[in-house]
């Protein structure tokens, strides 16, 4: 479980240094003068509200980067004062930007003092996020419809776009390690009066160190799933193949494409092929990243629209897309930052409707929201691999794929409302086009889109 212990000393501690060469047992004990605009201890409480922290961790992000020590420190002492780790959903969210920039400091040395700082309080800048059992996962997925709202509207679409098949193989590029697959399991059960058979086939590399970790191999959850499928008088074939995001699952692609022509020819028209994508195609490196970073990329495609159309050469029978509605592509951190912070304000704010102080469910769910903001902040090049999108810029990589939008039906839509009425009154969801988006007090989170090929 994550500690979150505030990562700076308090400010007789961090005085900054009058010179380079100045060593921490010379450091003058006076309080730092001031920039204009910021605040002696006694104004403190003025710089609590989300507008104020924000634009003290957009000035100690320039600070940082222009290497301006004097100033990082002193805007960091302001935010270790204002942002305690225990403190308001803001407090809470400020707390974790803070921690993420003092580990770009660590991690980049372009401060060199706020490096030695940082090394003091080094067991406070790991993350450690929880090893999830099954039982622990399904519940922690439940929790919130940040899951839920993909996993339920991705299944009505499955449900209707395999109707009529023998044959349903399901390939599950999922961050929640098949959560999602019992349920569908379950529905297609009850609605097939012979059941289909069902083959699932997972990238075992595909979430390699992305929470949330799960405490048991592919083949363990393989066989758990084969079990469950077979108490529902199903018969499911799970296949694992070692296929990562880092080189846009090459190896899957290949896999498909083998499997493709061997069945296309032997079981014609009777089996139906479903890519379901749920918040896992956003770490496959986009354009932002150099072309010296990965291979086999052309200088107007990135390795995510190269994924998309060899998932088009397979002639899928539904592709459902499920992820974040957000931008965090920027090159440019404080553009970043400024997004992380207007999006990754939504699950701190949620947390404090279902989840209490001190719990162990919340401490897990918080650690996981910081390792998203410290692979955002701290982190540059293929190590930073959270790079969501927004729905605009993936509906157009659809369509440039020669996919065409699915509209979700009543029956979806129905099931997606009911599922939202079991949680706070904040989630709610909208219609955009052929998708639907999941809103927290009016805020786009999540979106769901279904898609066939052209």
């Given at each position: 479980?994550?500690?979150f212990?505030p990562?700076?000393p308090?400010?007789?501690?961090i005085?900054?240094?009058?010179?380079?060469?100045?060593?921490?047992?010379?450091i003058?004990?006076t309080?730092p003068s001031?920039?204009?605009?910021f605040?002696?201890s006694?104004?403190?409480s003025?710089f609590?509200?989300a507008n104020?922290?924000e634009q003290?961790?957009?000035?100690c992000?320039n600070a940082?980067?222009s290497?301006?020590v004097t100033l990082?420190?002193?805007?960091?002492?302001v935010?270790n004062?204002?942002?305690?780790?225990?403190g308001?959903s803001?407090q809470?969210?400020?707390?974790s930007?803070?921690?993420?920039?003092?580990?770009?400091?660590?991690?980049?040395?372009?401060?060199?003092m706020l490096?030695?700082?940082a090394?003091?309080?080094?067991n406070?800048?790991?993350?450690?996020?929880h090893?999830?059992s099954l039982i622990?996962?399904?519940?922690?997925?439940?929790?919130?419809?940040f899951?839920r709202f993909?996993?339920?509207?991705?299944?009505a679409?499955?449900?209707?776009a395999?109707?009529?098949?023998?044959?349903?193989?399901i390939v599950?590029?999922s961050?929640?390690h098949?959560?999602?697959?019992?349920?569908?399991?379950d529905a297609?059960a009850?609605?097939?009066?012979?059941?289909?058979?069902?083959?699932?086939?997972?990238a075992?590399?595909?979430?390699?160190?992305i929470?949330p970790n799960l405490?048991l191999?592919?083949?363990?959850l393989?066989a758990?799933?084969v079990?469950?499928?077979?108490s529902?008088?199903?018969?499911?074939?799970?296949r694992v193949?070692?296929?990562?995001y880092e080189?846009g699952?090459?190896?899957?692609?290949?896999h498909?494409r083998?499997q493709?022509?061997?069945y296309?020819a032997?079981h014609p028209?009777?089996?139906?092929?479903?890519i379901n994508?749920?918040?896992?195609?956003?770490?496959?490196?986009?354009?932002?990243?150099?072309?010296?970073?990965?291979?086999s990329?052309?200088s107007t495609?990135s390795?995510r629209?190269?994924?998309?159309k060899?998932?088009?050469s397979l002639?899928?029978?539904v592709v459902v897309?499920v992820d974040e509605d957000?931008d965090?592509t920027?090159?440019?951190?404080?553009?970043?930052l400024r997004s992380a912070f207007?999006?990754l304000?939504?699950?701190?704010d949620?947390v404090?409707?279902?989840?209490?102080?001190?719990?162990?469910?919340?401490?897990?769910?918080?650690a996981?929201?910081?390792w998203k903001?410290?692979?955002?902040i701290a982190?540059e090049?293929?190590?930073?691999?959270?790079?969501?999108?927004?729905?605009s810029?993936?509906?157009?990589r659809?369509?440039?794929a020669n996919?065409?939008?699915?509209p979700?039906?009543?029956?979806?839509v129905?099931?997606v409302?009911a599922m939202l009425?079991e949680?706070?009154?904040?989630w709610?969801?909208?219609k955009?086009?052929e998708?639907?988006?999941?809103t927290?007090k009016?805020?786009n989170?999540?979106?769901?889109s279904?898609?066939?090929?052209?």
């Amino acid at each position: 479980m994550m500690q979150f212990t505030p990562p700076l000393p308090h400010l007789h501690q961090i005085t900054p240094f009058p010179n380079p060469t100045m060593n921490k047992n010379q450091i003058p004990r006076t309080r730092p003068s001031w920039p204009t605009g910021f605040p002696t201890s006694k104004a403190l409480s003025s710089f609590g509200d989300a507008n104020c922290m924000e634009q003290l961790l957009v000035h100690c992000a320039n600070a940082i980067e222009s290497n301006d020590v004097t100033l990082a420190q002193q805007i960091l002492w302001v935010l270790n004062n204002i942002a305690p780790q225990d403190g308001d959903s803001n407090q809470r969210l400020a707390c974790s930007f803070l921690r993420a920039l003092t580990a770009r400091a660590a991690k980049t040395g372009t401060c060199k003092m706020l490096v030695a700082v940082a090394a003091d309080t080094h067991n406070n800048l790991t993350i450690d996020t929880h090893k999830f059992s099954l039982i622990e996962l399904a519940n922690f997925v439940d929790l919130t419809p940040f899951h839920r709202f993909g996993f339920t509207a991705a299944n009505a679409t499955i449900l209707e776009a395999t109707e009529g098949f023998s044959i349903i193989h399901i390939v599950d590029l999922s961050l929640t390690h098949c959560m999602q697959i019992p349920t569908l399991i379950d529905a297609i059960a009850s609605r097939h009066d012979v059941p289909p058979l069902i083959k699932l086939t997972v990238a075992s590399a595909s979430s390699r160190d992305i929470p949330p970790n799960l405490n048991l191999s592919y083949d363990e959850l393989g066989a758990k799933l084969v079990s469950f499928a077979r108490s529902r008088n199903m018969i499911m074939e799970f296949r694992v193949v070692s296929s990562s995001y880092e080189d846009g699952f090459a190896a899957l692609i290949e896999h498909l494409r083998v499997q493709h022509l061997v069945y296309a020819a032997e079981h014609p028209q009777t089996e139906a092929l479903v890519i379901n994508c749920h918040m896992m195609l956003h770490y496959i490196p986009d354009e932002t990243l150099s072309s010296n970073y990965y291979v086999s990329v052309t200088s107007t495609s990135s390795l995510r629209s190269l994924f998309l159309k060899a998932l088009r050469s397979l002639d899928p029978t539904v592709v459902v897309l499920v992820d974040e509605d957000a931008d965090l592509t920027s090159n440019n951190l404080v553009s970043r930052l400024r997004s992380a912070f207007n999006y990754l304000w939504i699950p701190y704010d949620t947390v404090d409707t279902f989840l209490p102080r001190g719990s162990e469910q919340r401490q897990w769910y918080e650690a996981h929201i910081s390792w998203k903001i410290e692979n955002v902040i701290a982190h540059e090049g293929l190590q930073r691999v959270e790079r969501v999108e927004p729905k605009s810029r993936w509906e157009q990589r659809m369509r440039n794929a020669n996919f065409n939008g699915i509209p979700f039906s009543e029956d979806s839509v129905a099931e997606v409302k009911a599922m939202l009425d079991e949680h706070a009154a904040g989630w709610g969801f909208k219609k955009e086009d052929e998708h639907i988006v999941l809103t927290w007090k009016g805020h786009n989170v999540v979106f769901a889109s279904a898609w066939f090929s052209a």
